[in-house]
């Protein structure tokens, strides 16, 4: 009773469960964790441990801000941020370069508006995007 948790399945093959109120059990092939309102746990992917982290409230808001169509990136690599905001659009990114994908950036940008966010790398890291031919639904990035 009185329970909310959001699970968000990540595009890396993880899942993050975050507990809003009340408690959650949360179980993998590594063991099981109890988790209480404020607390964070992923599991899956390489790290199959299951350890439980505690979240500041705007932390929390932070990460759950794409249950409002915007995604926060806060030290992301392009790579991650790329991948994230591809699920929400049918126009695609790719990387060209992958000296680029490590790169971290920041910021908050809604997850369907992928010219906003073309735009902002354009201008922030000095690349270039480039729309493939028949209808772009590919847009490549390179360096400048």
Not at 28 to 45: F, K, R
């Amino acid at each position: 009773m009185g329970t909310k948790f959001v699970v968000y399945r990540h595009t890396d093959d993880t899942t993050t469960v975050t507990v809003l109120a009340g408690r959650v059990s949360v179980g993998s092939m590594a063991g099981t964790q109890n988790l209480q309102a404020g607390q964070t746990v992923t599991v899956g992917g390489r790290n199959r441990a299951i350890h439980a982290v505690s979240l500041s409230p705007p932390e929390i808001a932070r990460r759950l801000s794409w249950r409002a169509g915007v995604l926060s990136f806060q030290g992301e690599t392009l790579a991650e941020a790329i991948a994230e905001i591809n699920r929400y659009n049918k126009r695609r990114l790719v990387i060209e370069d992958p000296v680029i994908a490590d790169w971290q950036l920041g910021g908050m940008f809604q997850a369907r508006d992928l010219d906003a966010f073309i735009a902002t790398l354009e201008h922030a890291f000095s690349l270039r995007a480039e729309r493939t031919p028949n209808g772009a639904r590919v847009i490549v990035l390179r360096r400048r």
